[in-house]
């Protein structure tokens, strides 16, 4: 079954929304990537910070879980020091990083809507829902949203935490579609209503924060038909997925083009 140390494994036989999304990049990226297991899961510098943050606020890991590399990473003292923090279960971060995360993390830790979700809200479960319908590599669907609560009335508040680097928000409207953070409320949802039958409707929210000073933080509502609209695409996709026996790279043809410009996408959808 999933728990924190195999969530993230290859082919747990788990199906999760960032494997999905993997799948919607190139099927046969997620194949090599989730199944086969030729390419390694990339750690990439940029997205620790936001992690790291995302795991202080939704209490996944204590801020004594990180540790600071004293020395320059590039030198060989350096490169001791951080196996050997690593070794006890540190994540090893610069200090510059470091302070940054702290900082971050105080910012929303100070909102009012900070306060009221760490008191009300349930963070960080691991749903698991068994599907036989999922084809030859998966046998459940699973997921772990940043925080959610059901209200008495059978309301579900479920929110995510985001940074940015930018939290105006028109930028971030973007950033909200192109990162796919539509398609994650629409999973997380699927698999919360799945669980939880006492659940009538759902109250979306992204809490967000810059990455740098003033460290300005925002409750964002996300309108219910945004996360509504990704239904039938996801399970088609989730479909795709139980069905593909090849996994095949998308082709570039002039038989089937793809359109660019929205008059064109109109066109093609007429």
């Known amino acids: 079954m999933i728990n924190q140390s195999n969530y993230f494994s290859v082919n747990n036989k788990g199906l999760s929304q960032s494997k999905i999304k993997d799948y919607v990049l190139c099927p046969n990226y997620f194949f090599r990537r989730n199944v ?23 209490q996944h890991n204590k801020l004594n879980n990180f540790a600071i590399c004293e020395n320059k990473l590039t030198t ?4 001791a020091e951080k196996m050997d ?22 910012a929303v830790m100070d909102t009012s809507a900070y306060k ?11 749903l698991v829902i068994e599907d036989n319908d999922l084809g030859e ?32 928000p028109k930028k971030y409207m973007y950033k909200f579609t192109s990162y796919g953070y539509d398609l994650q409320l629409w999973y997380y949802s699927d698999l919360l209503k799945k669980k939880y039958p006492q659940i009538k409707s759902f109250r979306y929210w992204h809490l967000s924060a810059e990455k740098s000073e003033p ?11 945004i996360i509504d609209q990704c239904g039938p695409y996801m399970e088609h996709m989730i479909n795709n997925i139980a069905n593909d026996k090849d996994f095949k790279r998308e082709d570039a043809s002039f038989k089937i083009p793809t359109p ?6 109109e066109a093609n959808n007429n």
């Open 215 to 225: 460290y300005r933080v925002k409750l964002f509502p996300i309108p219910n038909h």
């Open 85 to 106: 923090l690593e070794i006890q279960g540190k994540t090893v971060l610069t200090r510059a990083d470091y302070n940054k995360i702290i900082e971050i993390s105080a």
């Open 116 to 126: 009221e979700i760490e008191k009300t809200y349930t963070f960080q479960e691991i």
């Open 76 to 79: 060989k003292a350096g490169k």
């Open 137 to 168: 590599h998966f046998d459940f669907r699973y997921g772990m949203a940043d925080a959610y609560k059901i209200n008495d009335d059978g309301v579900c508040d479920l929110l995510d935490i985001k940074t940015t680097v930018d939290i105006d």
């Open 36 to 58: 086969s297991g030729e390419l390694a899961k990339e750690h990439k510098k940029t997205f620790d910070i936001g992690s790291a943050v995302d795991d202080i606020l939704t």
């Open 260 to 265: 660019l410009f929205p008059e064109w996408i």
